[in-house]
């Protein structure tokens, strides 16, 4: 196996966890993207490794974390109301159904070949045909490589014509280098510049990482088990070194959201710290 097709293997078990975790949750049409390798990976993971390693009460449970996570991204794409959404790196996620399906919102999912056709495998084998009507053009999908050079030009050609897309990416950007996150940056402004469109996504930042010692560590530490070693890599040092990035890469206005903060505005969240930030840039 090519070393790029074994990154993209390893991290695969965590778009089926992450999908089963937002079914645990109960969020809307989650049920859809929810297999048995997440239930597995899931109740493996929580009653095991999870259980032994949990101080109660100081860090996140794996389900609290990608809660608080892809519950921060909705609102802060609730309170942008975007004409079009491309989610990269989509994997199983239910946003792009509950986008399409119930806002009648455009969305295109952008991932690899071999997990856009379990995608569409599961929407064809367990979605109603009501359902799948309703979707109709408004949900799509897109196999691109986000490290291809030409990403950024492919992505552009996707929203042509949108007045105010947003480019989502959740989980995504943890699993890639410094150098390659940069140039990722760089794509997706070239491709909203004409629109001045948002670029929303979760990022972590090794100072508050540091801050909070236990948590994180035991947060990258199951999350290296679940990509059997590969784990996530290094992130930005600390907040400014991140946001310099953000403008060199092109951004004109950078807003930092963080879970605790939003406690009231979003009821849902566990009231928990979680070491995440969900970053919103503006082209
Ligand atoms: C960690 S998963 C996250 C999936 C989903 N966003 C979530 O939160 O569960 C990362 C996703 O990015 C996709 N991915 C990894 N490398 C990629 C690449 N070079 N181009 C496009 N997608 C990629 C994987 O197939 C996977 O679906």
Same mark, same amino acid.
């Given at each position: 196996m090519s070393p790029a097709r074994d990154r993209h293997e390893r991290i695969a078990p965590t778009a089926h966890f992450t999908a089963y975790t937002w079914h645990h949750l109960g969020l809307p049409y989650a049920h859809l993207y929810a297999t048995a390798r997440g239930a597995r990976l899931f109740w493996a993971l929580r009653l095991t490794i999870e259980w032994s390693v949990r101080v109660r009460g100081a860090v996140p449970t794996m389900a609290q974390y990608l809660g608080h996570r892809h519950r921060v991204i909705d609102w802060t794409l609730d309170r942008h109301a975007p004409d079009r959404i491309a989610e990269i #790196?989509? #994997?199983?996620?239910?946003r792009g159904t509950t986008w399409a399906a119930d806002r009648g919102v455009r969305y295109l999912e952008i991932d690899l070949p071999h997990m856009l056709a379990a995608k569409r495998a599961l929407i064809e084998e367990r979605a109603p045909a009501a359902l799948r009507e309703r979707l109709g053009e408004r949900l799509s999908h897109h196999a691109l %490589? *986000? *490290? %291809?050079?030409r990403f950024g030009e492919r992505l552009g050609a996707l929203l042509e014509g949108a007045e105010r897309p947003a480019v989502v990416a959740e989980g995504l950007l943890g699993y890639l280098t410094l150098p390659q996150r940069v140039a990722l940056l760089t794509s997706v402004r070239a491709a909203l510049a004409p629109s001045g469109g948002v670029f929303v996504f979760d990022s972590h930042l090794a100072d508050a990482q540091a801050a909070v010692g236990r948590a994180s560590q035991v947060l990258r530490s199951l999350i290296g088990v679940l990509t059997r070693g590969q784990g996530v890599r290094d992130p930005f040092p600390d907040a400014a070194t991140a946001e310099s990035a953000y403008r060199a890469a092109g951004f004109t206005r950078i807003e930092r959201f963080e879970p605790l903060a939003l406690q009231d505005e979003i009821p849902e969240l566990a009231r928990v710290y979680s070491p995440v930030n969900i970053y919103k840039l503006t082209a």
């Amino acid at each position: 196996m090519s070393p790029a097709r074994d990154r993209h293997e390893r991290i695969a078990p965590t778009a089926h966890f992450t999908a089963y975790t937002w079914h645990h949750l109960g969020l809307p049409y989650a049920h859809l993207y929810a297999t048995a390798r997440g239930a597995r990976l899931f109740w493996a993971l929580r009653l095991t490794i999870e259980w032994s390693v949990r101080v109660r009460g100081a860090v996140p449970t794996m389900a609290q974390y990608l809660g608080h996570r892809h519950r921060v991204i909705d609102w802060t794409l609730d309170r942008h109301a975007p004409d079009r959404i491309a989610e990269i #790196g989509a #994997g199983l996620s239910r946003r792009g159904t509950t986008w399409a399906a119930d806002r009648g919102v455009r969305y295109l999912e952008i991932d690899l070949p071999h997990m856009l056709a379990a995608k569409r495998a599961l929407i064809e084998e367990r979605a109603p045909a009501a359902l799948r009507e309703r979707l109709g053009e408004r949900l799509s999908h897109h196999a691109l %490589d *986000v *490290v %291809d050079p030409r990403f950024g030009e492919r992505l552009g050609a996707l929203l042509e014509g949108a007045e105010r897309p947003a480019v989502v990416a959740e989980g995504l950007l943890g699993y890639l280098t410094l150098p390659q996150r940069v140039a990722l940056l760089t794509s997706v402004r070239a491709a909203l510049a004409p629109s001045g469109g948002v670029f929303v996504f979760d990022s972590h930042l090794a100072d508050a990482q540091a801050a909070v010692g236990r948590a994180s560590q035991v947060l990258r530490s199951l999350i290296g088990v679940l990509t059997r070693g590969q784990g996530v890599r290094d992130p930005f040092p600390d907040a400014a070194t991140a946001e310099s990035a953000y403008r060199a890469a092109g951004f004109t206005r950078i807003e930092r959201f963080e879970p605790l903060a939003l406690q009231d505005e979003i009821p849902e969240l566990a009231r928990v710290y979680s070491p995440v930030n969900i970053y919103k840039l503006t082209a």
